[in-house]
Each structure stands twice: as structure tokens, then as C-alpha cells.
């Protein structure tokens, strides 16, 4: 593997390569070049090589990409030949909807623990999975007991870096932060933000700005002309 630091955008295009090879070897698919593999998925075969380029050489001239051996190879580069266990900080309806989604697991991800400070949520449990809600306070003798590695923190955003100091502190280094608010971490722990909010207002943004406006302007007018002139042939 090549010594410069890789982005996230391009580890973020291996979870989508490895998507496409998991599909690929479900349809007892054996090779497929770059090329297959871009035109099939929608992607761009030349980013699929310089990519992969960052970790090795995997591509066989003349045949391309052998699918087990690239799939089973992006796994390990993701790191996900090992379990991570997750704990989900916050059991309101976003924690318990991750708690109960199903997808996790094809990833080598298990919820092992939600947190609340509600009286009435500590105690019982959610999902198929039977996840147990424990009391926020318990925080760190949970997340050692369950040798908890990812935290989700899906609470509101005045108490969001409180609960991120707590679970450093546990000696947590990856984060999934859903708190529409910016927190800050210690040097080595890792924080992803997913801001919904921020997400649709550059949507907004994109259906507001002029060049969609008059594409939308131009289209409606031409189906009106269409209309218009069908209704004369009648």
C-alpha cells in the first residue's frame, strides 16, 4: 500500500466497490474488468483503478478483476474481517431505528448496547436483537464490558459533546455523530458527522438555483407545447 494518507472520499468509493463485488459473487460472478465493473454500477473505471492503485495491484491483464479475491481484499483494507461492536447513545426514534436495522450485520457490525438517561426506556429491550438500554450514567463500565469499539451518538445537540467526552474518556475512537451540531474530539478519535439537515438544505439549495429553475421552466413549457399540439390534431 501506497504511504500517502488516503482520503475519505476514496475509502468511502471502496464500501461502494465492495457493494457491487458482494452483488457480483451473490450472481456467481467469477472476473470482470474496470470497464464492466463502471458501466454495470454507474461508477468511473478509471477512479476504480486509481483507487484500487492506493493498496496494490490487483487487476490481471487479460482477464481484469478476479471478484472473490478483490472483494475479500477491500474487506481487510476497510477493516472489516474483524467484528466491531456498537453501542448507540440516545434511544429516541433514531437510535432505535438503527438498533433495529437488519443491515449491519452483512458488515460485520453488531449493536450490542443502547444508552438513555429516560426511566422509562432503561431496562428494556429493543429490536429483534433484544438490545438492552442501559443508563447513560453506566456509559463507560458498558462500553468496557462489551468491548464496545463504534459509538453512535443520536442525542440532542446541547448534550452531544457531553456524551462524546464520556465515551473518549471510555477510550472509544470511532464516532458516528447524528447530533446536528459540531463536536470536538481528542487527537486519535475519529468523529463522522451525518447532518440530515444540512443534507436537504443543499438539496434545497439545488433545486432553487437558476440553471435547474430554467431546465424545469424549459421542460414544462415544451410538454405544454406538446399538449397543446396534440389537442390541435384532435
Not at 468509493?13 to 451473490?26: A, E, F, G
Not at 443508563?135 to 464496545?148: K, L, P, S, T, Y
Not at 463522522?192 to 424545469?216: G, H, M, Q, R, W
Amino acid at each position: 500500500m501506497k504511504s500517502e494518507k488516503i482520503s475519505e472520499l476514496t475509502t468511502a468509493r471502496l464500501s461502494i466497490y465492495l457493494r457491487c463485488l458482494n452483488t457480483l459473487h451473490s450472481a456467481g460472478i467469477k472476473t470482470i474488468s474496470s470497464q464492466s465493473l463502471a458501466e454495470q454500477f454507474n461508477l468511473n473505471s478509471a477512479q476504480i483503478r486509481k483507487d484500487l492503485g492506493y493498496f496494490g495491484e490487483f487487476g490481471v491483464r487479460g482477464v481484469g478483476y478476479y471478484v472473490e479475491d478483490l472483494r475479500d481484499h477491500i474487506i481487510k483494507i476497510l477493516g472489516l474481517d474483524n467484528p466491531h461492536r456498537v453501542g448507540i447513545v440516545g434511544a429516541g426514534r433514531l437510535g432505535t431505528a438503527l438498533a433495529n436495522y437488519n443491515g449491519f450485520e452483512r458488515s460485520n457490525f453488531t449493536v450490542v448496547a443502547l444508552f438513555d438517561n429516560d426511566a422509562q426506556k432503561i431496562g428494556k429491550r429493543i429490536g429483534e436483537g433484544k438490545v438492552l438500554v442501559h443508563d447513560v450514567e453506566q456509559i463507560a463500565e458498558i462500553i468496557r464490558a462489551e468491548a464496545i469499539d463504534i459509538v453512535v451518538i443520536s442525542v440532542p445537540a446541547r448534550v452531544a459533546q457531553k456524551v462524546l467526552n464520556q465515551v473518549m474518556s471510555a477510550g472509544v475512537k470511532a464516532v458516528l455523530n447524528f447530533a446536528p451540531v459540531s463536536l470536538q474530539s481528542r487527537r486519535g478519535v475519529k468523529v463522522k458527522t451525518v447532518d440530515l439537515s444540512t443534507s436537504l438544505e443543499s438539496l434545497s439549495y439545488f433545486l432553487a438555483s437558476p440553471s435547474v429553475s430554467n431546465t424545469t421552466r424549459a421542460r414544462r413549457e415544451a410538454r405544454n407545447e406538446d399538449i397543446s399540439q396534440r389537442e390541435q390534431r384532435i
